[in-house]
């Protein structure tokens, strides 16, 4: 699913990537800890091909990083810290856009809406008018609309109430089962140790520990950079 060798990424002209090593396989379910600016969010955006490959190799979904970025980004789903909804479009809008942008159909919409539990009443309204959580649960809607079989997800139960956390759990879980990679970065501890099948610890750009099963750690304190 994922294999990077001596990955270096940039963000300006600072290695936030500063060589890292990682192979992840199909159907895991990974935690990405560490201290703020670690690279966790940058190895995310990394690995759904947003951003440019500095040095080493990467391979994501068997392409390669360094010359087909565009063929990896219709195959993930990247929920970041922006929900990458469109503010003058209504919620359906948003999601018909992503279904189109990765060739999905939209009978898909209404049940990733209904999965979600974003109320028919909220289908029509512009995203600018959607509370917080709202936003949040009608953009991992947009994720399930995708299909993805990679699931990139950058703190995801920021913003949402117990209800939407317990959903975003289950959500991952199914991904799983239905044979998705799901990568995470998160500092909800509580919640994430318990539904990942490893953890990996990010610091300074760099692995620093790889292990099968939840692993607590100070590094994994704070929130994703």
Not at 217 to 225: F, K, L, R, W
């Amino acid at each position: 699913m994922i294999r990077l060798d001596a990955v270096v990424a940039l963000l300006g002209r600072f290695p936030a990537l500063a060589g890292v090593d990682l192979d992840i396989a199909d159907g895991e379910i990974v935690l990405i800890q560490g201290p703020n600016g670690a690279g966790k969010s940058t190895l995310l955006r990394l690995c759904a091909g947003l951003l440019r490959l500095e040095s080493g190799s990467a391979t994501v979904l068997g392409s390669d990083l360094s010359t087909s970025r565009a063929a990896v980004r219709r195959r993930v789903g990247l929920l970041g810290h922006d929900t990458a909804l469109y503010d003058e479009l209504s919620v359906v809008e948003n999601l018909e856009f992503w279904a189109a942008a990765s060739r999905v159909d939209r009978s898909s919409v209404l049940p990733a809406l209904a999965r979600l539990g974003v109320a028919p009443r909220l289908h029509d309204v512009a995203v600018s008018k959607l509370s917080a959580g709202q936003r949040r649960r009608v953009a991992l809607a947009g994720v399930v609309v995708r299909r993805p079989e990679l699931w990139l997800l950058d703190e995801p139960h920021a913003g949402l109430d117990q209800a939407g956390r317990d959903l975003v759990d289950d959500l991952v879980v199914e991904a799983a089962r239905a044979g998705a990679t799901v990568l995470m970065a998160s500092h909800e501890l509580d919640r994430t140790v318990d539904l990942a099948t490893r953890t990996v610890v990010i610091a300074g750009g760099m692995v620093v520990a790889d292990r099968l099963g939840s692993v607590h750690s100070e590094a994994g304190e704070g929130c994703a950079d």
